[in-house]
């Protein structure tokens, strides 16, 4: 069996890599780590064909470590206590570099398995994943790693990448073309490769590709939306903000361009953040809501993903709105980013003991059961921000009803 063109042509160092300039820029942090040769354990989250695994092989040859492949999708058990087993032997006298590609169909155990060798340095793990790794990885493994995200890779740099494979198959291909292809690849330098290898595999003696046999082969959805880093963004932008301005048309069709590009992941990101920060407490019900409208949708898979999708942006864009939460977050923690408020009231500190040097004995918390509606008036804020107001009441009918009621009840 022949070789895909895109292994035969996977980069060898990080300056023959295309995309993810973010974190190749000369002399960025994380270039400087990898050229150094010292290697922390990394997890590298984004979509396919955008490097992750062409990167985590330039890594493993600037290290001395013995490298370790293995994939989520069928490492077993036992093929990880392999991996352990190795530790300190004859085979791994510089540590142990293990590459696991898809971590996230590892399950919990096998992730578990793993922390006492990374944290002691045995094993230096370098981690990929297509999925939002702080929902699918072992949160004391994450702690342990440091996560970098690999974006969809441009239209001009994908055009790169295909202009050396085409010189590489020795074929002419006109701008036109190469735009095209790098279009319809939504982001995914694999892709756009293998799009190109199926061409040339149909040509004969004329060893040029124009636009019509480009045409051909791709599906024009394709072309109508891309993931390059602006387009991509673009729609997502026009997606939220048509969900914020209550325009259920602007917003359905602004999904319907994700779904047609077989993006349900960001659609489904975009919404749930919606349902949080635009509509909120004007209708608090809706975050369930639009969280089952989104697992169902994840479950399901294209085509029949558009329906519960669908149902839960018609419902964000004609809710109510209501920013009150997302506001009194943000006052806060520019508080807490200011150095306010380090000291927590001594009546709900978790104080079981005063020692001989306290000057005032007891911790005199007032617990609001014991009083009439349940509420006691007693100060839980720190000193120098006692007076703070983060939370404004906005003006709908759930928020005014808590406004009233609690007005009432603390005259």
């Not at 780590?33 to 890594?59: L, Q, S």
């Not at 001594?346 to 617990?367: P, S």
């Amino acid at each position: 069996m022949s070789q895909p063109l895109a292994d035969l042509l996977r980069p060898n160092s990080l300056d023959e890599m295309v995309g993810q300039s973010h974190l190749l820029a000369k002399g960025s942090l994380f270039r400087k780590v990898i050229e150094n040769g010292h290697v922390p354990n990394m997890i590298f989250y984004g979509p396919p064909g955008t490097g992750k695994t062409t990167m985590a092989n330039i890594i493993a040859k600037k290290t001395n470590k013995t490298l370790y492949r293995l994939n989520g999708t069928s490492a077993s058990t036992e093929d990880i206590k392999k991996v352990i087993a190795d530790i300190n032997s004859v085979f791994s006298t510089n540590g142990i570099l293990l590459y696991l590609d898809e971590i996230q169909y590892l399950n919990k155990k096998q992730q578990q398995s793993l922390l006492e060798f990374v944290e002691s340095g045995d094993i230096t793990l370098i981690a990929s994943t297509t999925e939002n790794p702080y929902f699918y990885i072992y949160p004391a493994l994450i702690s342990r790693c440091t996560v970098f995200e690999f974006k969809s890779v441009s239209v001009d740099e994908i055009k790169k990448g295909l202009k050396r494979a085409a010189d590489y198959l020795k074929v002419d291909i006109d701008d036109g073309a190469l735009t095209l292809l790098a279009v319809a690849s939504n982001g995914d330098v694999r892709k756009s490769l293998n799009n190109l290898e199926f061409i040339v595999s149909s040509l004969k003696k004329n060893k040029k590709i124009s636009e019509e046999q480009v045409k051909e082969l791709i599906n024009k959805a394709h072309i109508t939306y891309d993931r390059s880093e602006d387009k991509h963004f673009d729609n997502l932008s026009a997606f939220m903000k048509s969900l914020r301005g209550s325009d259920p048309d602007a917003a359905i069709f602004y999904l319907g361009k994700m779904l047609e590009a077989g993006d349900i992941i960001a659609a489904s990101r975009r919404l749930m953040c919606s349902a949080t920060e635009d509509v909120g407490l004007a209708y608090p019900q809706i975050i369930p809501i639009v969280k089952s409208c989104v697992d169902m949708a994840l479950q399901l898979g294209m085509p029949e993903a558009r329906l519960p999708l669908a149902n839960a942006t018609i419902l964000i864009a004609t809710a109510p709105k209501s920013n009150s939460a997302y506001l009194a977050i943000d006052a806060a923690m520019r508080d807490i980013e200011a150095g306010k408020g380090i000291n927590v009231p001594r009546q709900l500190q978790n104080t079981h003991f005063d020692g001989a040097d306290t000057k005032e004995k007891g911790q005199h918390y007032l617990y609001p059961h014991d009083y009439k509606n349940h509420w006691v008036e007693q100060q839980y804020l720190p000193d120098d921000i006692k007076q703070a107001k983060y939370y404004v009441y906005q003006d709908n009918k759930y928020e005014q009803t808590l406004k009233e009621y609690w007005e009432k009840v603390k005259k």
